[in-house]
């Protein structure tokens, strides 16, 4: 068994994004990190373009006695059953421990098997309070307030007593070590399944995180996320105005995600994609032609202003010319 993979649950709506996904791993896979797809049975000839030596494509049928066929906690079967291939991926014996990635993912520069690992057993825990997303008042109303819900819910099921709520988004290493003994330890007892557990709060990296932090199956050892997100339009336009580029992130970052959940009907979007694109994306026409409006506006009155001071005060030293002045008196006569 491999001791780390990546492990990337998709479908056939995600296709585009894969291509670029593993065109982006094509050139950063440096240390030539076996890849697992995992897609529904029926799609597999749409999957077979990316299978090689390092890339296994897999049935999700596979994992099937853990699957189902009807919506969860809010969601539908797709959404809950690729948290639950995550949680259950484990059991398949490919790998012991995987990154799991999501078909948005792009990488952005090279990346090692030491970016994930601890050592050669034991993979880096990703965790964060994520404080600047608490403070952004879009993401506060729309997602924050249910999510923190949810995770205290799964928190308070563990018996986590930390007083933090650390954890991470996704794009998380989960340990078979950790997995098994989460499921022996946490979900057999109490009669559940993987599908209970995301019923209840459909995170499957907080049911990860959470459990390590409570069982310490592993040692825990902390790193900030290396996978850059954008949750929401806003927070991709403020780096796209601030002129921040591919290169500035990758100095912090492995890898983004300009989230499909917001971006899919703008078709497949990159960080890299140039302003006026995520501009025309983002902002709708009326903001556009405001926005125009007003610029011209400035460049009129505001920034050319220094000219017509400078020809106000050339009139006013004309003035002073006997002539001029005179023909001016006469006219105003």
Known sequence: MAEFGILIKSFAKDLDYLRRLMDSVERHNVDHVAIYIVAPEAE?????????????????????????NAPAAGFAPGYINQE?????????????????????????????VTD?????ETPYT????????????EYYANSWQYRAVKLNEIKSAI?????????????AVFSGKVLRSFKENFLDPRGWDYLDAVS?????????????????TIPIHA????????????????????????DDVARGYVAVVVNSNYSRGDGVLSFND?????????VSSHELIKAMLFRSYQYIIVERGPLRRARVLAGKAALRIPGIRNLVEVGAK
Request: charged share 20%; with cysteine.
């Open 84 to 112: 639950i291939v995550k949680l259950c991926f484990w059991e398949s014996g490919f790998v012991q421990n995987y990154l799991c990635l999501d078909s948005d993912a792009e990488f952005i520069r090279d990346f090692h």
């Open 159 to 171: 018996g986590v007593t930390d007083r933090r709520l650390l954890t991470v988004h996704g794009h």
């Open 200 to 216: 209840m709060a459909p995170y499957e990296p907080t049911w990860y995180s959470m459990w390590l932090q409570h069982d310490h």
């Open 116 to 120: 994930f690992m601890f050592d050669s």
């Open 126 to 137: 990703f965790l964060s309070e994520d404080s600047e997303l608490l403070v952004e008042p």
């Open 44 to 68: 597999i000839p749409l999957f077979t373009e990316f299978s090689s030596s390092l890339v296994t494509v897999i049935a999700e049928e596979q994992f099937g006695s853990h699957l189902t």
């Open 223 to 246: 790193r900030e996320p290396i996978i850059k997100t954008f949750h929401n339009a806003t927070q991709h336009l403020e780096y796209v105005l601030r002129g921040v580029t591919m």
């Open 274 to 282: 140039t302003p006026h694109k995520a501009l025309a994306s983002y």
